[in-house]
């Protein structure tokens, strides 16, 4: 997934989906092999091996994501009403009110403003989880939790150093959702070829979407265009690209 909208980036956003038949972590590898940069995702351990020093091409910088550390508060706060993870709720919601002013300023921006309101709370926030850590059973949820949080500290505050990233993987998980929601319907792929032909639609459907571009009128005129169209023009055909010749057209 790629969306630099939050970062007034120039790139159009973008999502490209892989099948694959288990969740097995050689997977996520065959998928980005070769790729160094930075990436935000969950905790999902068939990632872990992208991270490591010693990979292949480079390390992949993992970036990680507050709202999955948040989900484990605010489940606990509003089953149990449990005290320590609602303070830490109100904490980590001190930290996304930031991050909604600076929705959409450029990278050096969003730096100065974390640097200046967001790193000392970071910095608060930690020192409170182990202060709350070494008050609570290793085995109970709160600890649990406190325990999923500070295990990946350094990855979750890497956004104070990057104005490209966001707080969250949000954008990544929006675009799963008609997976998730669509699989009660259809069920199965039918095969692994159709499960990769399921991946290369939804990859055409999301961006398409992310670009406000209508799926089926997009479609519909690209199949309609794509037999006689030059191969070295195809990327003219692009949703963001088809978007602004329409614009310009009408």
Same mark, same amino acid.
């Given at each position: ?93 001190? =930290? ?6 600076? !929705? ?60 490209? =990233? ?18 009660? !319907? ?50 003219? =055909?692009?949703?963001? !690209? ?9």
């Amino acid at each position: 997934m790629r969306d630099d909208r939050p970062f007034a980036g120039p790139d159009p956003p973008a999502a490209v989906f892989f099948y694959s038949r288990d969740r097995g972590g050689e997977h996520p590898e065959q998928h980005l092999a070769g790729y160094p940069g930075l990436m935000q995702a969950d905790a999902y351990a068939g990632f872990n091996h992208l991270y490591e020093a010693g990979r292949k091409g480079g390390a992949v910088t993992e970036a990680a994501c507050w709202a999955h550390v948040r989900r484990k508060f605010f489940d606990l706060a509003r089953i149990n009403q449990a005290p320590i993870a609602s303070e830490a709720v109100v904490r980590i919601d001190a =930290l996304f009110t930031i991050e909604r002013e600076i !929705n959409g300023l450029a990278p050096q921006q969003r730096v100065a403003v974390r640097t200046e309101r967001s790193r000392a709370l970071a910095i608060e926030l930690e020192s409170w989880l182990r202060e709350q850590r070494a008050k609570v059973s290793k085995n109970s949820e709160t600890g649990k939790a406190i325990d999923y949080s500070l295990k990946r500290w350094i990855a979750l505050t890497r956004f104070l150093d990057d104005g490209r =990233l966001c707080m969250t993987n949000n954008a990544a998980e929006r675009a799963l959702r008609a997976i998730a929601v669509g699989r009660r !319907n259809w069920t199965f792929a039918g095969s692994d070829e159709g499960g990769r032909r399921a991946a290369a639609l939804y990859t055409l459907i999301a961006t398409a979407k992310l670009n406000d571009v209508d799926p089926q009128a997009w479609l519909g005129d690209v199949l309609a265009r794509m037999l006689d169209y030059p191969a070295k023009r195809i990327g003219d =055909l692009l949703p963001w !690209n088809w978007r602004a010749e329409r614009r310009a057209a009408a």
